[in-house]
């Protein structure tokens, strides 16, 4: 597990669950090769719908863009190892 290494660069969830997307992240680092966004990216989105319910998306890689609109207290963008993850629950 990666813990404890992640850089976060925005977010406005509340920490728990920051700490839950940054262990989710470093579970599925630990479960996929680092070249594999699309598993790792349905792992975290997965792990958030079971814990806090459906809606959630998920973003991995190393660059992209992106413009969308969230549920408040539900974003995070972090930096873990070389891939950069965006977790977000989509506004309705």
Known sequence: MLEGKALIEDTDMP???QIQAMA???QA???YDVLDC??????????FDKKYGSGWQC???SNFGCFFTHSKGSFIYFTLE???FLIFKGAS
């Open 82 to 84: 070389t891939l950069n």
């Open 24 to 26: 989710s992240a470093s």
């Open 38 to 47: 699309k598993p790792i990216a349905a792992h975290i989105k997965k792990e």
């Open 29 to 31: 680092l630990d479960l």
């Open 59 to 61: 973003v991995v890689g």
């Open 15 to 17: 920490l728990k669950m």
